[in-house]
């Protein structure tokens, strides 16, 4: 492979990995958006905002989808960034509403 | 909203978030696989496999394309995770190539 070879089929699968992160971001949002939704109903029927045993069936639902080749480490640090950015919208959000 | 109606939506928002949590799952397992070949390619051509300018470049597609709610900060910072992920992996790959 020529170094003009490379930079092409390298040119290639970034343009690749770009589309994904941006389906991936779609992704995030969308779930931030049934978050919100979540939050609204537990703040109507005054049901707490954390729950661990719900946390544990995110990681559960994930870890036994995984066909790699990520391992379970890394979906799980994965999960728990995304539950934890998740978190602080939430938290954001609430002190918006309070602040008005 | 009785208790059990706001059950009812609980239960059927989190079985949304667990489909969207599967979909987001596969596609960073499908990024991790192009982001294989990448390195698969980097090897031959004994090209440096970390380049900071190509990682501001991925944040700055997704930051770009971030229509919300998901602030600026948290996309970064679930990227940076994404990112660093990869990385591992690339690592534990190379790590176990040169163990056989």
Chains 1, 2 share one sequence.
Do not use: C, H, W
């Not at 020529?2 to 992704?27: G, M």
């Not at 939704?37 to 005054?46: E, F, L, P, R, T």
């Not at 994930?62 to 066909?67: D, M, R, Y």
Request: zero cysteines.
């Amino acid at each position: 492979m020529t170094n003009e070879e490379a930079q092409a089929a390298l040119d290639l699968l970034r343009k690749s990995v770009d589309e994904v992160d941006l389906r991936i971001l779609e992704l995030l949002n969308q779930r931030a958006k049934v978050v919100e939704k979540i939050g609204d109903i537990k703040k109507v029927a005054a049901l707490p905002i954390y729950e661990p045993k719900r946390e544990d069936m995110v990681f559960q639902n994930v870890l036994s989808g995984n066909g790699g080749p990520l391992s379970a480490g890394a979906v799980r640090r994965l999960f728990e960034r995304i539950i934890d950015e998740m978190r602080t919208l939430q938290r954001e959000r609430m002190a918006k509403e309070k602040a008005q």
